[in-house]
Nanobody
């Protein structure tokens, strides 16, 4: 059974940083991409960043470029998202997700079969 467990969320001031973690277990061998999505109050779930699980190629939403860094440790089945220069607009529940297809860009949440429960990130102004 696949489990994705996020941690690292919290309350931070504008301009601050947080590092989210996602501990994965039970991943199928054919998981090709893991990503981060977020859902703010009253908004739809949106793509933040993704990483090709084996090759390591990375993708970012425009809102994340230059501020967020995605990384992973395959041996530890762990995914991270380092978020810098946080803004109130980044306030959302952040979800870790995994998928088994190669669609590029890896930004469609419908492509992801496995999801964590989410971790809340709140950025105060």
């Amino acid at each position: 059974q696949v489990q994705l467990v996020e941690s690292g969320g919290g309350l931070v001031q504008t301009g601050g940083s947080l590092k989210l973690s996602c501990a994965a277990s039970g991943l199928p061998d054919d998981v090709y991409t893991m990503g981060w999505f977020r859902q703010g109050p009253g908004k739809e779930r949106e793509f933040v960043s993704a990483i090709m699980w084996i090759a390591g190629g990375t993708y970012y939403a425009e809102s994340a470029k230059g501020r967020f860094i995605i990384s992973r440790d395959n041996a530890k089945n762990t995914l991270w998202l380092k978020m810098n220069s946080l803004k109130p607009a980044d306030t959302a529940v952040y979800y870790c997700a995994a998928r088994q297809n190669w669609n590029i860009p890896p930004a469609d949440p419908d492509d992801y079969a496995y999801w964590g429960q989410g971790t809340q990130v709140t950025v105060s102004s």
